[in-house]
């Protein structure tokens, strides 16, 4: 298993961060915050055909560039440390993991390659973003496919042109795709603390779904490691980008005749902060590798996810205080990032939650071995 | 020299030197002379020039026919890697042939009860007469100090030049009626360390290393070889090979003695090692604030362990850039420590109160709980370590210096 980014990796992040670092400035992420789509159609077809990034983790058989999770996960630390607003996380992530894992042949075959190259957008109707255990308690399908229920929390519910449904059938789960705008669905736009991520509420009542595939007990825990390793992965980037604004500050601030970042208060705060980075990016593109290298159910997703959300929430909380009164104004961007941190906490189960889950994954093995 | 060619030329030896009914010093002096009992070190002082990979060779034929070799446990080495690197010739004639054979023991004189953290504040004098320096002083946090035979010490001599430039390293008999030896017990019961009064204590003036006002520079040099040491692990020390024979009961009562200031070291680390036993065993792991706790140092643990096995994967090929890796891995231990301590208190509930063999496994539990302070003290405190982190990772500035000028004039303790 691999310990540190290969030197193609490493290139690989630097053609990334140059693209966000050109495409997602601070001034851009404001302006797109405003918006009701929330993206720029424009950097979105950029980023789909000249880089090609929507296909990067999707096998190559599905139009997809057959890298793996350590590859999505560089460009998803790149989006967090820009801030990146656009439908990536949603389509190509969520919806692309979710076929990818649920969907039978056929529908792999027809709908993969239109979300690597980025041609549709599609996003992914879960009604449970909490726990795997609890998904199918709101949406529920009958026997001919017509989906009923809702779900309250779907990212980039306004934009995406194509839902990929999760719905509890008979016995089990089933993975159904719907047309954005197919009768029976409605979309309304949820307020969300974190405005560079659009969500909505999707509503369906009798709306006539396809069926696509099935949804295992295992394959719905596996996706959900795959996303909360690549959701881990854009905490980090928000986090490093924060630590390193935050000194930057406390160096050009001056008070009582000197930097304020020669007081040893801060100075002890901000190793404390950098300690915690370190090891939560340790551990973040540990559980990269360990997804990229076997199928073997591990500790590693559950506890990247919950130290990235743990250190990006303490980071930015640091990084408002830090900067004392500034830091609580709109006109700073560094709230930008404290909302981006506090719904990335929640999303995909809170730190708890992925504590819980590594000790029954610890115990399991335990029994095993 | 090939490795084969040094494999053949240490076996020819062995068979020719080694017998399991030498005595301990006899053995080893047959090591010096033939300069397999340091072979990394100068041909001219006792050595053979081998490279790291030359000298890995001989440690493994050491193992392999469990072969006693030099001395190494304890403050000695640090003692010998300094006079090898700043000793004058006869200094390193005189005292690394018995460093090595174990006839002499050593031990670190560099801690004041008034200079801690600050190393450089040190305010023992040393005071030139005639034909020796006069040391008067205290010195603390001796290792291994009551069975030491010399010392190596850091003492001021010249109080008119600023703090860092008034040192000066010595070598001093601790044989000597001037120097008083008494235990310090630590509030965990053991008495690891000393305490060292030095009343008109003697130095000869041959045994100044480095030159008058060259302390700060030596001291940095041994305190560089403490940290490799700390990185490698202490375990790096002889091995025990279990034979009959004479060289081997001699070599383990010397274990015994060099290595009880250490048996409660594993302790002061928390022993997140027993955390899931303890747990299981309690039946603790089924209560969910306890879980939610234990998983907290795992993502400790194995996060220490992930980022040092990325650091070293880094160093091996060669990568550049900076890793904090040192301050931040000494920092991510004493964390580790306190929240071990703190799952363990958990799981033992009101039986966290009992010590002694009777108490869970047989007091190591309790010795764990009052171990665990010292992990954030030794060897930097973690406040040391986040200014190091601070100023050198971070590059934040540097706190205003209110220790600069002649020293004599800078505020002091007990003043």
């Known amino acids: 298993m691999q310990t540190v980014l290969s030197d193609d990796q490493v290139q690989f992040k630097h053609v990334v961060h140059r693209f966000f670092d050109t495409h997602s400035t601070t001034t851009a992420v404001r302006a797109l915050a405003e918006t009701e789509t929330g993206f720029d159609p424009l950097v979105w077809s950029q980023l789909s055909e000249t880089l090609g990034l929507p296909g990067t983790h999707l ?252 250190c990006f929430m303490e980071m930015a909380r640091a990084a408002i205080q830090l900067r004392g009164g500034i830091g609580f104004t709109w006109e700073n961007d560094t709230h930008l990032w404290f909302k981006r941190a506090k719904c990335d906490e929640v999303l995909l189960g809170a730190p708890y939650r992925h504590r819980a889950r590594m000790m029954d994954i610890l115990q399991e093995t335990q029994d095993v071995a | 020299m090939s490795h084969d060619g040094i494999k053949a030329a240490l076996e020819a030896f062995l068979d020719a030197e080694f017998s399991p009914d030498l005595s301990l010093v006899e053995w080893r002096k047959r090591l010096v002379s033939a300069g397999w009992a340091a072979p990394s070190w100068p041909d001219a002082y006792f050595g053979r020039d081998f490279s790291q990979a030359e000298a890995l060779v001989v440690s493994q034929v050491f193992a392999e026919r469990r072969v006693v070799g030099a001395a190494q446990v304890g403050p000695r080495r640090l003692a010998a890697e300094t006079i ?155 091995p025990a090979p279990a034979s009959a024979g004479r060289v081997y009961e001699e070599l383990a009562r010397e274990l015994e003695i060099d290595n009880e200031p250490y048996t409660w070291y594993p302790q002061r680390e928390g022993r997140p090692d027993l955390i899931l036993q303890r747990a299981q065993e309690t039946g603790a792991i089924e209560d969910d604030a306890v879980r939610q706790e234990m998983a907290k140092l795992v993502c400790l643990t194995e996060a220490a362990r992930i980022s040092a096995d990325q650091v070293s994967a880094h160093q091996k090929s060669g990568g550049q850039g900076m890793l904090p890796a040192g301050s931040i891995g000494k920092l991510g231990a004493s964390v580790i420590a306190r929240q071990a301590a703190h799952v363990h208190t958990m799981i033992s509930g009101a039986s966290a109160m009992l010590s002694g063999p009777e108490s869970a496994f047989e007091g190591v539990i309790a010795e764990t709980l009052i171990s665990v302070p010292a992990i954030s003290i030794a060897g930097g405190t973690d406040e040391i370590q986040r200014n190091i982190i601070a100023e050198r990772v971070l590059g934040m500035p540097k706190e205003q210096r209110m220790d600069t000028g002649p020293f004599r004039d800078i505020p002091r303790n007990g003043q």
Request: net charge negative; hydrophobic share 40%; proline share 4%.
């Open chain 1, 59 to 310: 096998p190559e058989q599905y139009g997809g560039h057959g890298f793996g999770p350590v590859e999505l996960g560089i460009i998803q630390e790149e989006m967090g440390r820009t801030l990146y607003c656009g439908p990536f996380f949603s389509s190509a992530v969520m919806a692309g993991y979710a076929l990818e894992r649920f969907a039978d042949e056929a529908a792999k075959t027809e709908r993969l390659p239109q979300i690597a190259d980025g041609s549709i957008r599609a996003t992914l109707v879960l009604d449970d973003l909490n726990h795997p255990s609890q998904v199918g308690r709101l949406i529920a399908a009958n026997q001919a496919g017509a989906l009923t229920g809702s779900a309250p929390i779907v990212l980039d519910g306004c934009s995406a042109e194509v839902f990929f449904i999760v719905a509890r059938e008979d016995s089990g789960l089933g993975l159904y795709a719907l047309a954005a705008k197919a009768p029976g669905a409605e979309v309304s736009a949820q307020d969300s603390i974190d405005m560079t991520r659009k969500v909505a509420r999707v509503t369906l009542q009798e709306a006539a779904g396809t069926r696509i595939g099935s949804v295992t007990p295992q394959s719905l825990n596996r996706f959900w490691d795959l996303t909360s390793v690549a959701l881990a992965h854009e905490m980090i980037g928000g986090a490093s980008r924060l630590l390193d604004e935050t000194v930057e500050y406390t160096k050009g601030r001056y008070q009582f005749g000197r930097p304020i970042g020669s007081f040893q208060a801060l100075k002890h705060r901000c190793a404390d902060l950098l300690m915690n980075l370190e090891f939560a990016k340790a551990s973040t593109q540990h559980a990269g590798f360990c997804l990229a290298a076997s199928d073997q159910e591990t500790i590693y997703p559950s506890m990247a996810k919950a130290m990235a959300a743990d």
């Open chain 2, 84 to 238: 090898l690197a700043h000793g004058t010739h006869e200094q390193k004639q005189r005292y690394l042939p018995k460093i090595l054979t174990g006839e002499h023991a050593w031990c670190q004189l560099f801690s004041e009860p008034g200079s801690g953290s600050d190393l450089a504040g040190a305010s023992t004098r040393a005071d030139r007469k005639a034909d020796h320096w006069l040391i008067n002083g205290q010195k603390v946090w001796n290792t291994s100090a009551h069975h030491a035979d010399f010392g190596i010490l850091v003492a001021r001599s010249n109080w008119d030049l600023p703090k860092h430039q008034g040192l000066s390293y010595f070598l001093i008999d601790m044989r000597q009626p001037g120097v008083e030896v008494r235990p310090l017990k630590q509030m965990n019961g053991h008495a690891s360390f000393n305490e060292v009064f030095l009343t008109d204590a003697r130095v000869a003036l041959d045994d100044l290393v480095g030159g008058e006002g060259q302390g700060w520079a030596v001291a940095t040099a041994t305190l560089s070889i403490e940290r490799q040491g700390f990185a490698r692990g202490r375990s790096q020390g002889a």
